[in-house]
T-cell receptor
Framework: NAGVMQNPRHLVRRRGQEARLRCSPM?????VYWYRQLPEEGLKFMVY????????ESGMPKERFSAEFPKEGPSILRIQQVVRGDSAAYFC??????????????FGPGTRLTVL | GDSVTQMEGPVTLSEEACLTINCTYTATGYPSLFWYVQYPGEGLQLLLK?????DKGSNKGFEATYRKETTSFHLEKGSVQVSDSAVYFCALSETNDYKLSFGAGTTVTVRA
């Protein structure tokens, strides 16, 4: 059973461009979580999605960031008009049921975004 | 808000040495505490966890005890191997919440 897949692993964008980060959850997992790790900081929760629904986007910046998890295909984190401060590692996690202390969420290897 | 502070790295050790990575936290309630490990090229994996005060989590020779009085959850291993080389993350979540808050990670390198 393949783990959580993220691509690309490294992404370079110039200021003002769009970044699209993809996350394929583990087979049978319908819950997806995105986290961001800024330089020298810990991972911070951004958004929680189920198929075709955003459940909790309390950690996502209001401007320029959006996320989706369509019925078919991977979850996408989209950042429009990127700025240097968006440079970070973006991690995706998935779980078969709602994650909690007794239900583990499984993480992908992350996408490292660099904005020039 | 909740936060986790862990020992800065990088840490370099010789095989069979003792490892301790310090982790302290601030939280409004009674959080659950976790250690995750990220091996090169892989995703973060849950290493161990503790859900209440004085609980000890253990796995693969690693241990950590939930200390409410010192708000700490230090990771320890008595004898490390080269295969323990990885980045270690301390994390917490409020009671049964899916949102995890992580420390910045500590890179550990074990030399043969």
């Amino acid at each position: 059973n393949a783990g959580v897949m993220q691509n690309p692993r490294h992404l370079v964008r110039r200021r003002g461009q769009e970044a699209r980060l993809r996350c394929s959850p583990m087979k049978g997992h319908s819950h997806v979580y995105w986290y961001r790790q800024l330089p020298e900081e810990g991972l911070k929760f951004m958004v929680y999605l189920q198929k075709e629904n955003i459940i909790d986007e309390s950690g996502m910046p209001k401007e320029r960031f959006s996320a989706e998890f369509p019925k078919e295909g991977p979850s996408i984190l989209r950042i429009q008009q990127v700025v240097r401060g968006d440079s970070a590692a973006y991690f995706c996690a998935s779980s078969p049921v709602l994650a909690g202390v007794y239900n583990e969420q499984f993480f992908g290897p992350g996408t490292r975004l660099t904005v020039l | 808000g909740d936060s986790v502070t862990q020992m800065e790295g990088p840490v370099t050790l010789s095989e069979e040495a003792c490892l301790t990575i310090n982790c302290t936290y601030t939280a409004t309630g009674y959080p659950s505490l976790f250690w995750y490990v990220q091996y090169p090229g892989e995703g973060l994996q849950l290493l161990l966890k503790a859900t209440k005060a004085d609980d000890k989590g253990s796995n693969k020779g690693f241990e950590a005890t939930y200390r409410k009085e010192t708000t700490s959850f230090h990771l320890e291993k008595g004898s490390v191997q080269v295969s323990d080389s990885a980045v270690y993350f301390c994390a917490l979540s409020e009671t049964n919440d899916y949102k995890l808050s992580f420390g910045a990670g500590t890179t550990v390198t074990v030399r043969a």
